[in-house]
């Protein structure tokens, strides 16, 4: 596929998307766009289909997620051929049936992974890719500044408020790439390569993009829309605001991880 500009991701969030899924999104999308993935595709956890249809210009194959008005949604851009409402751990395809597998920032929420990474396993076919993004063991960390926290004496209340961030999030997991690469490996995908997103400061700036949403929530409340009016968003301004953290290089450490896998030739399908 070719690679999208940092601008053309960027305006493409910024037309539809609240702040905080520009951010991430965005830099999600230019590392994944820099993925070769050859049809037939799948996209497990697509939810309204807006992120797809920024990494999948030319469309995907199928799009999954359990949520019935997300797929409403996605089915109207258009981007997939097929949406389907559908259980990530127990998938109603044929085994090897996609030559890659795709899923953004999905993993966390899902309690039962590894009934996911298998299911993955089986549907993709021997030498397929499988792209992911994931949120990794220094999230919490990096998402706030924990040290200013301390020296005002709320250590307590700091990690009563990661705490509770993380349930309102609904994130279960926090796994460092190396658990994450066994995990990958038990079930017959190979780690192709890996790298950190997210610095430190690309994570704070998130954190606060949370509450800079706030409007938009309004916005979607009364019209519908998140950005009823997207030359608010699409300008300068906010391109060069957000620009230095989708072009920012690789962090060490980062707070999320994206992997590209192999399906090893010699997995069984199941």
């Given at each position: 596929m070719?690679?999208?500009?940092?601008?053309?991701i960027l305006r493409?969030h910024?037309?539809e998307?609240?702040?905080?899924?520009?951010?991430?999104?965005?830099i999600?999308a230019?590392i994944l766009t820099g993925?070769?993935l050859?049809r037939?595709?799948l996209d497990?956890?697509?939810g309204?289909?807006?992120f797809g249809?920024v990494?999948?210009p030319?469309?995907a194959?199928?799009?999954?997620?359990?949520?019935?008005a997300?797929?409403s949604e996605a089915k109207g851009r258009r981007?997939?051929?097929?949406?389907?409402?559908?259980?990530s751990?127990a998938?109603p395809?044929?085994?090897?049936?996609?030559?890659?597998?795709?899923?953004?920032?999905?993993?966390?929420?899902?309690?039962?992974?590894?009934?996911?990474v298998?299911?993955i396993a089986?549907?993709?076919?021997?030498?397929?890719t499988?792209?992911t993004?994931v949120?990794?063991?220094r999230?919490?960390e990096?998402?706030?500044?924990?040290?200013a926290w301390?020296?005002?004496?709320?250590g307590?209340l700091?990690?009563a408020?990661?705490?509770w961030?993380t349930r309102?999030?609904?994130h279960f997991?926090?796994?460092?790439p190396e658990?994450w690469?066994?995990?990958f490996?038990?079930?017959g995908?190979?780690?192709?390569?890996?790298?950190?997103?997210?610095?430190?400061?690309?994570?704070?700036?998130?954190?606060?993009?949370?509450?800079?949403?706030?409007p938009?929530?309004?916005?979607?409340k009364l019209?519908g829309s998140?950005?009823?009016a997207?030359?608010?968003?699409?300008?300068?301004?906010?391109l060069?605001?957000?620009?230095?953290?989708v072009?920012e290089?690789e962090p060490?450490p980062?707070?999320c991880i994206?992997?590209?896998c192999?399906?090893?030739?010699?997995?069984p399908?199941k």
């Open positions: 070719t690679a999208a500009t940092s601008e053309e493409a910024l037309r998307m609240p702040l905080h899924r520009v951010l991430i999104r965005a999600e230019r993925v070769t050859p037939p595709i497990i956890g697509c309204d289909g807006h249809s990494l999948f030319h469309g194959d199928v799009g999954l997620d359990p949520g019935l997300d797929l981007v997939y051929r097929m949406v389907t409402a559908a259980d751990g998938m395809f044929p085994g090897a049936a996609f030559r890659s597998v795709v899923s953004n920032c999905v993993f966390e929420h899902i309690p039962a992974i590894d009934k996911t298998a299911e089986r549907v993709l076919e021997p030498g397929g499988f792209a993004t949120i990794g063991d999230f919490r990096l998402l706030t500044e924990a040290r301390r020296r005002l004496g709320l307590a700091h990690r408020y990661v705490d961030f309102k999030a609904v997991h926090f796994d460092s658990t690469r066994a995990r490996e038990a079930a995908l190979e780690v192709v390569r890996w790298r950190w997103y997210m610095s430190p400061e690309a994570t704070r700036a998130f954190h606060r993009s949370l509450y800079w949403s706030l938009h929530l309004v916005a979607r019209t998140w950005v009823p997207p030359k608010l968003f699409d300008n300068r301004f906010w060069r605001r957000l620009a230095r953290y072009d290089p060490d980062g707070s994206a992997f590209v192999r399906r090893k030739p010699e997995s399908v």
